[in-house]
């Protein structure tokens, strides 16, 4: 792509880094925010650089929050002994969005995954263990997508927690092999979690 402009240039290529966006699709968005008002533009860098740099994560579950622990584990009325692992904050949204689930959350920024260097300590694997260890979950829920990273990161934490008085269970398998939580309807979502089933049940399906 020639460009007459080197500004033009900059602002292309670094549209054009964020994921599924191509050159084309980056000067198209590049163009609309040249045709409208400077304050439009101006609005979603102040919020891009707040969310660089403000941003925190809850120091209990993990999850993107404004605060040191998010509203969730904040709530009084949330019930901390069960806590359902999730593999990111779009996980905890649409698990939030069925509005069946009184427990904590614990985000674990992945899944494990050799292929893309992912191991288990660059996720939040220890953080859940201690929380185990100090007594005080009685279950452990995963809903992480059935891909073979999410069966492997489940097992991997499993094999650390079982012998710990506690229940460990998975969402029932109303989710497509493969699906990613986050694009299940609420009801299917909210479904899979009610039916759970005993974590030893998926086993012996693999
Ligand atoms: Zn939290």
Do not use: W
């Amino acid at each position: 792509m020639n460009f007459p402009s080197k500004l033009l240039e900059n602002a292309v290529n670094e549209v054009s880094q964020l994921p599924g966006i191509g050159k084309r699709t980056a000067l198209r968005l590049v163009l609309h925010l040249l045709r409208q008002p400077a304050d439009q533009t101006a609005g979603l860098t102040t919020a891009l650089l707040g969310l660089r740099n403000d941003i925190k994560y809850c120091k209990n579950c993990h999850t993107i929050s404004d605060r040191e622990l998010c509203e969730i584990c904040e709530n009084p009325s949330r019930d901390n002994s069960i806590i359902c692992v999730v593999e990111d904050i779009r996980d905890v949204m649409a698990l939030e969005n069925t509005q069946l689930f009184k427990g904590h959350y614990h985000v674990l920024g992945g899944k494990i995954s050799p292929i893309d260097g992912v191991a288990p300590s660059q996720l939040n694997i220890v953080t859940l263990i201690n929380k185990v260890k100090e007594g005080k979950v009685k279950e452990i829920i995963f809903a992480l997508s059935s891909t073979m990273e999410g069966d492997t990161t489940n097992f991997y934490i499993y094999k650390q927690i079982k012998d710990f008085d506690i229940i460990t269970s998975t969402i029932a398998r109303g989710i497509a092999i493969g699906d990613e939580l986050e694009y299940a309807d609420e009801i299917t979502l909210g479904r899979s979690l009610i039916h759970r089933v005993p974590f030893e049940n998926s086993l012996k399906m693999l």
